[in-house]
């Protein structure tokens, strides 16, 4: 048997170690009308302890407030998530001995809710039509009448949100493309992950192209992204960083999730179908380059959508 040669991971204390370092995959046969002189890959960010890439800035968000002193023992961390935040979270205090409460879409995946109660969260359900934005100001209120209780990081508002990838995610892109990176593809929800990888990138190269991609109505099923134009702006949000803005239908999202586990063997979540969408439309325009995008998190929490078995 021809052993691996991928590197084991180390023995850790703390499943905190293992945030960050993920792997970046080369997408071959859902980009086989590329030519070879243009590849598109994506980083695998389901292998966060927590199954998505929204690990990485609430430890930074949480493990910065504690070195500001505004997260002691006793305190709750409380925030608005449409989910994947909020696992990360959920996790992370459970790790660190702190609780948490979380508001939350009513109309949130099942999966995720239960996810989130296994690890003993305090949720409260907030009104589907008004999305993250109805979260969002349902945790405002809360910290409002209590501010002793909580700390509330307020991922939308954090500058530690997307210091996470300008440290981290930006740092591995550059690290495992060999710097040959020429497209950053990503799509916008609280914007730390574009804002984070993009000036990082920037820093590297300041030719290399950021792409930001949103939904394209603002009745859409993409949970985690934002259409700007109809939604409160996260104050992280920085609208002249992207050279490009791109809008994809939650169809096409939903297509391209099926057909990356058909074509390419990768169960992934709806933000990440819309990703490679995107990436694959700056791809197409290319004669040479390497685009780069991110799958957020794996298909686990949206194995209840009806779009699995829709033709």
Known sequence: M????????????????????TPLIRLRRIAADLPESVRLYAKAEWYNPGGSVKDRPALNMIQTGEKQGKLTPGKIILDATSGNTGIAYAWIGAALGYKVKLALPANASPERKKILTAYGVDLVLTDPALGSDGAIEKARALYAANPDLYFYPDQYSNPANWQAHYHGTGVEIWQQTEGQVTHFVTGLGTSGTCMGVGRRLRDYRPDIQIVAMQPDSPFHGLEGLKHMATALKPDIYDPSLPDLNLEVSTEAAQNMVKRL????GLLVGISAGANVVAALQVARQLSSGVVVTIFCDGADKYLSERFWTES
């Not at 586990?261 to 390419?264: D, I, S, T, V």
Request: aromatic share 4%; hydrophobic share 40%.
């Open 2 to 21: 021809q052993s691996s040669s991928r590197p084991l991971f180390p023995a850790v204390e703390s499943p905190i170690e293992l945030v960050g370092q």
């Open 261 to 264: 586990a058909l074509e390419e």
